[in-house]
């Protein structure tokens, strides 16, 4: 059978992030790691589909891989698999969402259910015990008899949620189906599987195993932990220098060239990549840092995502999503925990929706790209600030920022205006590692 693997989309709802299937997470990006367990379930015969924004990155982590582009990405899924199906013929074809991480086994579990007799296809199905902002199966003992798109809390029809790994023993089937639904259908594609439910025999494929959903920056951090399961042996690049001060306990992954100061502390599970340094007294547990990265003096990273180029001086990251070329001043602070320890919601991308649960007591902030935060910066918990922001020192961030701000306190307030400066360029902050 042949897998579709589907990054076409633009991550709106990943702000301040960008390009969820492209951001660096426990030495890979996202998309690698889905193709990674794609061929751990036996699927080899793979094709992504992605977007003109996104195809030259995806081409070099695959070059040999082939590469269908979707000519409207604003198009949803339907878009996608219109571009990419009439080359499957009636061939039998899986179709993978690229945000949904998934135990390998699932793959082949909805490929089995498909090739049972008289059965069209399969779609992968799990029981959830909260509302989940997705597709809701609704079914007829094994036979799936429709889908219903996001029906809000309390509303739900079941509590079998989709999950993007269905299997059409015809990739006509769907590819016909999608061809006659309205086209500015935002669920296009859920409209087309409900005509099929209606004429063929689709059977769920139960699945209890682990899943983690990539919508929001927020998912990386239970992401993060799923991924660090899989760390249990330590694997210490040659070139690295780890000063005989220096504690490094448990399952840790450390690239080339990086280095362990004095009386630094390193906890795994953890995955530290190449070129990085972690400075005196710093302590680093249950974390993802990327490449190139300065965890400064007595600097705390616990249990947060790190892309390249992060720069920490006498800071606390905890629980907290951090873009490339970020860096914090001196006694900077994430708050992580709500002061009655409830969940933290975040505030919409979209204007006018309500502020949204994000199932965490614990998270910080998500930190978009070629962003400076000051000396004695604090952030409450749950805080997002947009691409090429500048935080003024001493400044408390009480709300989400947008990109291309400069925020500071003025007469007690947050003040948020233009920002006029330029991001530091990373390579010419090395002369200050």
């Known amino acids: 059978m042949k897998t579709l693997l589907l990054l076409a989309g633009h991550s709106r709802r990943f702000w301040p992030l960008e390009e969820k299937s492209l951001f660096p997470l426990c030495g890979k990006t996202l998309l690698e790691h889905q193709v990674k367990r794609l061929h751990e379930a036996g699927c080899e015969d793979i094709t992504l589909v992605c977007g003109e924004h996104n195809r030259p990155t995806v081409h070099s982590l695959f070059p040999k891989m082939p590469v269908v582009v979707q000519a409207d990405t604003h198009g949803g899924m339907r878009a996608a698999l219109l571009s990419a199906l009439p080359e499957f013929g009636d061939a039998a074809v899986m179709i993978v969402g690229g945000n949904d991480v998934v135990d390998p086994s699932a793959y082949r579990d909805v490929q089995m259910a498909a090739r049972e007799k008289g059965v069209d296809g399969a779609i992968l199905a799990r029981k959830v015990d909260r509302y989940f902002p997705g597709g809701y199966l609704t079914v007829k003992g094994r036979r799936v008899t429709g889908i219903v798109e996001k029906p809000g809390a309390g509303n739900e029809p079941g509590d079998l949620v989709n999950i993007v790994a269905h299997a059409h023993n015809d990739a006509s089937l769907p590819l016909a189906a999608l061809k006659n639904v309205e086209v500015k259908r935002d669920d296009g594609y859920e409209a087309a599987l409900s005509m099929l439910f209606e004429e063929k025999i689709y059977h769920a494929a139960p699945y209890s195993g682990p899943w983690q959903p990539v919508k929001y920056a927020w998912h990386l951090l239970p992401l993060l932990s799923l991924l660090l399961e899989d760390v249990t042996t330590r694997a210490i ?17 450390i690239g080339e060239g990086s280095t362990i100061l ?111 935060l000051g000396i004695h910066v604090g952030l409450n918990p749950g805080i997002k600030i947009g691409t090429g922001t500048f935080v003024a020192g001493g400044t408390c961030v009480t709300e989400d920022i947008p990109e291309g701000s400069f925020v500071r306190m003025k007469g007690g307030k947050l003040s948020v205006s233009p920002n006029t400066g330029r991001p530091p360029r990373p390579e010419a902050r090395e002369k200050y590692r």
């Not at 040659?238 to 992954?253: M, N, R």
């Open 262 to 372: 004095p009386h630094a502390t390193v906890i795994g599970p953890c995955v530290i990549g190449r070129g990085t340094t972690i400075g005196n007294n710093a302590l680093v547990r249950t974390s993802s840092i990327a490449d190139h990265c300065v965890i400064g003096y007595n600097t705390e990273v616990k249990a947060s995502v790190l892309a390249d180029h992060v720069w920490t001086h006498s800071t606390y990251v905890g629980d907290s999503v951090i873009g490339e070329n970020v860096s914090f001043g001196g006694g900077c602070m994430t708050g992580n925990l709500r002061l009655d320890e409830e969940e933290i919601h975040s505030a919409p991308v979209e204007e006018g929706r309500d502020h949204i649960p994000t199932g965490l007591t614990k998270f910080g902030a998500a930190i978009g790209n070629d962003t400076s």
């Open 237 to 253: 690049h040659p070139s690295v220098q780890i000063h005989p001060s220096a504690v490094v306990e448990g399952p840790v992954v």
